[in-house]
């Protein structure tokens, strides 16, 4: 992907103002990773009621990317059913940001806070659900995601 | 429009990288230098003519395979003494590179030499390799490091290694020669002084030193140096640790096996002469044997050449981004104080994408924590871009890479 397609008015502006950035008080699911590679640091945390994500936020820093994408993830899954965002696939996110054809040194950054969510809802559903099927599975989904 | 010190069009003949073109058809602009230099045809025919002509192992075998073998091995190791000054050839060991040479340190005399409450001084410009071993080391022995601090024209502030030294508990100061992120070039003459004065050992990281600038161990009168081969157009997996003879004679092994014995029985062994106690197993013959072919390379241009090249570059490449919007450079303004090593942030773009960008222009920048989170705590950034010339590096390369990042800017709309 060329740099005009990446660096879209639309990423500049998530990364520069970023929606639902912050932190939750007392998070029913609350998830921290980085990128060792170019030091990018993300934290989720999300609320999860009437099997709804009732609230979701993020603090982070590193690249328009990283920043960018992880912003546009909580808006996708904001009030959304439990069921969906467990489903959500790579590709949704990447389609969802509109960037399809990253190289590999940087589709990491794209999917850092993807990394983040599943890795917390897998922690959710061992911790607080038991569901010990459904968590294997993430497990496994989460090390195939880059 | 060259600087006026070397010729570069005959040096960039000899690259045959940069005549490659990347992202199709943009020519190669290669500033990553600090990270590892491009590799002169002159080094990278040595190592071939070894594996054509000359392949065989070295010390112990009588044919003249091994005999030639043998000599070229040897005869780097004479070359790397000349080339840093260093008054005995015993005293340059061959290791992987800078970070085995300071772990080596490390566990071959310091586990003998560093007890509870010694202290340990390192500064907040080091590379990972020289702050690391010593958090190990200092874990393991109850020991303390601290750490000179940098101010805000990217220089050491000794007076911090002064406050350490009262204390009369210093038993090492380990510091680089030049940082790898703001290029400053470190007093290191005046930390050995003052070190001596109290009796702390001193370990000089000449990573970045090496290439650029000439080194004179005798002079610099430390106690351990380090550097890595490719760094300086040689090939990567070779570095040297040159040590002080009585201090290598007093340390234990760093590995055990071939080589680097006398003589093996059931349950004792009595150490090889020096260097070899330290170069245990098959060492990497091919890549010494190249590292040779660079140093003879930097030699025929001349180190005082080098420096003068490099500092015209920078200060052209200074002036030019300092007239910059929105540009934060880091380290040294005055040149005589720096290397060829320009880190900087420009706007809000993080120095990831800004790569990004300028890779679409044949351009090769480094961006990020460049093994020193530690200095970029002190920065306050969490990463920054670093542009970093060698000796094949020109002013209109300097110019194509201004216009990529002013394409940046744009694209960021700052």
């Known amino acids: ?5 990446i660096y879209r008015e639309i990423i500049l502006d998530y990364y520069r103002n970023p929606r639902n950035y912050g932190k939750i008080t007392d998070p ?4 921290r990773d980085s990128n060792p590679l170019c030091g990018d640091e993300l934290e989720m945390h999300i609320n999860i009621k009437d099997d709804k994500v009732a609230d979701v936020k993020f603090t982070g820093k590193g690249c328009a990317i990283s920043q960018a994408s992880a912003s546009m993830l909580t808006e996708l899954i904001m009030g959304k059913d439990f069921e969906y965002v467990k489903k959500l696939a790579k590709e949704d996110i990447l389609d969802n940001l509109g960037l399809q054809n990253l190289g590999p040194a940087r589709i990491k950054c794209a999917l850092l806070s993807f990394k983040v969510l599943k890795t917390g809802i897998y ?12 968590a294997d599975k993430m497990k496994e989904e989460v090390s195939g995601i880059y | 429009m060259q600087t006026s010190f070397i010729n570069i069009e005959s040096i960039r003949n000899d690259f045959p990288i940069l005549k490659r073109k990347v992202h199709k058809d943009k020519p190669l602009v290669y500033l990553d230098n600090a990270a590892t230099t491009q590799k002169p045809i002159q080094v990278i025919e040595a190592i071939s003519n070894y594996y054509l002509t000359y392949n065989s192992n070295i010390h112990r075998a009588v044919h003249e395979l091994a005999e030639e073998a043998t000599l070229a091995y040897e005869t780097t190791r004479d070359k790397i003494a000349k080339f840093i000054n260093a008054k005995n050839r015993e005293e340059v060991v061959f290791v992987r590179g800078t970070t085995e040479a300071i772990n080596l340190v490390a566990y071959a005399w310091g586990r003998q030499n560093i007890n509870k409450d010694d202290i340990i001084v390192t500064t907040e410009y080091e590379h990972h390799s020289n702050i690391v071993p010593w958090q190990l080391l200092s874990k393991e022995k109850g020991a303390k490091l601290e750490y000179i601090g940098v101010d805000d024209n990217g220089e050491l502030i000794l007076d911090h290694l002064d406050k350490y030294l009262q204390t009369g508990k210093v038993k090492l100061v380990a510091f680089s020669q030049m940082s790898n992120v703001l290029g400053t070039i470190t007093d290191s ?7 001596k004065k109290y009796g702390a050992r001193v370990l000089i990281d000449g990573a970045q ?5 000439k080194v004179d161990l005798q002079k610099l009168d430390c106690d351990f140096f380090a ?3 490719h760094k300086m157009l040689g090939p990567t997996g070779v570095g040297v640790l040159w040590a002080r003879k009585e201090l290598l004679q007093d340390m234990v092994p760093f590995n055990g096996g071939g080589d680097m014995i006398r003589e093996v029985h059931k349950y004792e062994t009595t150490w090889n002469d020096l260097p070899y106690k330290f170069e245990a197993g098959t060492p990497n013959i091919a890549d010494v044997i190249g590292f040779a072919a660079a140093l003879d390379y930097l030699d025929k241009i001349g180190m005082d050449k080098v420096r003068e090249h490099e500092m015209e570059l920078t200060k052209y490449a200074l002036d030019k981004l300092s007239q910059m919007k929105g540009i934060v450079l880091y380290g040294p303004k005055d040149v005589s104080k720096r290397g060829g ?3 900087f942030n420009l706007g809000d773009i993080h120095p990831h994408d800004l790569a990004t960008i300028i890779d679409e222009d044949g351009i090769a920048i480094r961006s990020g924590h460049h093994c020193a989170q530690v200095l970029m705590e002190r920065l306050d950034v969490s990463a920054t871009s670093r542009a970093s010339f060698y000796i094949y590096n020109t002013k209109e390369e300097v110019d194509v890479f201004v216009k990529s990042l002013n394409r940046a800017k744009e694209l960021f709309k700052l």
């Open chain 1, 1 to 5: 992907m060329s740099s005009a397609d």
């Open chain 1, 28 to 31: 029913d699911i609350s998830q």
């Open chain 1, 123 to 134: 922690s959710y559903l061992v911790d607080k659900l038991k569901d010990t099927a459904s």
């Open chain 2, 189 to 195: 003459e005046e930390i050995v002084k003052r070190c």
């Open chain 2, 209 to 213: 030193s090496v290439p650029h600038l």
């Open chain 2, 227 to 229: 550097f890595s081969a």
């Open chain 2, 341 to 343: 090593v320009i880190s």
